[in-house]
């Protein structure tokens, strides 16, 4: 069973930036597809970006341009670099892991979530 934990959250300004990485346990996550994701209070969660297993990437509008996702499958890792912080990226970011991108949000695993808050 693979287990996730994500740090690097914070609180930061409006145009700076944040760094989240996800470290996940066990040998497998060379063939984990993995993601991250987030919930505003009041709001549901959704989808930030994906990337498969063997790297390629997939973004939400609404980040597209300002994070990027990436993963060092010798560090069991993978991370979200977010820049050009607005306050409505203002949530509780999660990582989570699958086989494929499809099944993250069914049947992923899900980290405990790290808390970003970007101020005005």
């Known amino acids: 069973q693979v287990q996730l934990v994500e740090s690097g959250g914070g609180l930061v300004q409006a145009g700076g930036s944040l760094g989240l990485s996800c470290v996940a346990s066990?040998?497998?996550?060379?063939?984990?597809?993995m993601g991250w994701y987030r919930q505003a209070p009041g709001k549901q969660r959704e989808v930030v970006a994906t990337?498969?297993?063997?790297?390629?990437?997939n973004y939400a509008d609404s980040v597209k341009g300002r994070f990027t996702i990436s993963r060092d499958n010798a560090k069991n890792t993978v991370y979200l670099q977010m820049n050009s912080l607005k306050p409505e990226d203002t949530a509780v970011y999660y990582c989570?892991?699958?086989?494929?991108?499809?099944?993250?949000?069914?049947?992923?695993?899900w980290g405990q979530g790290t808390q970003v808050t970007v101020s005005s």
């Open positions: 989570a892991a699958a086989p494929v991108v499809t099944l993250l949000e069914r049947t992923g695993v």
């Open positions: 066990g040998e497998i996550f060379n063939f984990m597809a």
């Open positions: 990337i498969t297993r063997g790297g390629s990437t």
